[in-house]
C-alpha cells in the first residue's frame, strides 16, 4: 500500500503560480508510476503530468492543456512529487489529485493509490 498526500492548494489570481507537493509512505514499491490528476466543478477527471519512479526514472507525460505552464518533478530521496504550476488559468480551478500505481496501463484508467486532493482556485 501507498498512502499519497497532497498539499499546497491555495486560491491565486490569473496568471500566478503555485507549487503542489505529494508525499507518498507505507510500503513503497522500488518502481511505480504516479502523477497528478485534475477534477474541475462540472468535469471529468483529467490526467495532467505523470512520471516514472524508480531507475531510470526521467520520462514525463503532460496533457496538451498544462503544456509548457506545468512542470512535475521528484525529490525520489523524500519520496516527493511535485507539480509547479505557472501562468494559471481560471481553467485549471479544481481538486488535485496525487494518484500512483505500479502498472502504467492501470494508472491511465483506474490508479490503485489515491491522496485526498488538494484544492486549486484560480480567479480573476
Known amino acids: 500500500q501507498i498512502q499519497l498526500e497532497e498539499s499546497g492548494g491555495d486560491s491565486v489570481q490569473v496568471g500566478g503560480s503555485l507549487r503542489l507537493s505529494c508525499v507518498a509512505s507505507?510500503?513503497?514499491?522500488?518502481?511505480?508510476?504516479w502523477g497528478w490528476i485534475r477534477q474541475g466543478p462540472g468535469k471529468e477527471r483529467e490526467r495532467i503530468a505523470a512520471t516514472f519512479f524508480g531507475v531510470g526514472g526521467n520520462s514525463v507525460t503532460y496533457a496538451d492543456s498544462v503544456k509548457g505552464r506545468f512542470t512535475i518533478s521528484t525529490d525520489s530521496a523524500k519520496h516527493i512529487l511535485y507539480l509547479q504550476m505557472d501562468s494559471l488559468k481560471a481553467e485549471d480551478t479544481g481538486t488535485y489529485y496525487c494518484?500512483?500505481?505500479?502498472?502504467?496501463?492501470?494508472?491511465?484508467?483506474?490508479?490503485?493509490?489515491w491522496g485526498r486532493g488538494t484544492q486549486v482556485t484560480v480567479s480573476s
Open positions: 507505507g510500503d513503497i514499491p522500488g518502481a511505480f508510476f
Open positions: 494518484a500512483a500505481d505500479t502498472d502504467y496501463a492501470t494508472y491511465l484508467t483506474k490508479p490503485s493509490f
